[in-house]
């Protein structure tokens, strides 16, 4: 079975950093796109950011461009979201999500196979 495991998550003030983890393990075959997702209480979860797999291509939504990176460390089968400059609004539940084939929008939600459980981050 697939597994995505988000780890790194938690409280922080306004301006710090944090730097979410997620491991996978069970892939059936290649996982084309890697995306970090977020859900903050009340609103629909949106598209934080997300890479081609190997390739270094990265694509991040406006609101966190300059502050987040995202990152991929294949040998260890390991996705990273370095933030930065954290606001109140990043506050959310934020999720790993791998996408088998990339060929929908790369912040759809419904284009991505396989979810992890949540880390929350809190920023106040």
């Known amino acids: 079975d697939v597994q995505l495991v988000e780890s790194g998550g938690g409280s922080v003030q306004a301006g710090g950093s944090l730097t979410l983890s997620c491991v996978g393990s069970?892939?059936?075959?290649?996982?084309?796109?890697m995306g970090w997702f977020r859900q903050a209480p009340g609103k629909e979860r949106e598209g934080v950011a997300a890479?081609?797999?190997?390739?270094?291509?990265?694509y991040y939504t406006d609101s966190v461009k300059g502050r987040f990176t995202i990152s991929e460390d294949n040998s260890k089968n390991t996705l990273y979201l370095q933030m930065n400059e954290l606001k109140d609004e990043d506050t959310a539940v934020y999720y790993c999500?791998?996408?088998?084939?990339?060929?929908?929008?790369?912040?759809?939600?419904?284009?991505?196979?396989?979810w992890g459980q949540g880390t929350q981050v809190t920023v106040s």
């Open positions: 999500a791998a996408d088998a084939k990339a060929v929908a929008p790369w912040d759809w939600v419904g284009g991505y196979n396989y």
């Open positions: 069970g892939y059936p075959y290649t996982m084309f796109r």
């Open positions: 890479t081609l797999t190997g390739s270094g291509i990265t």
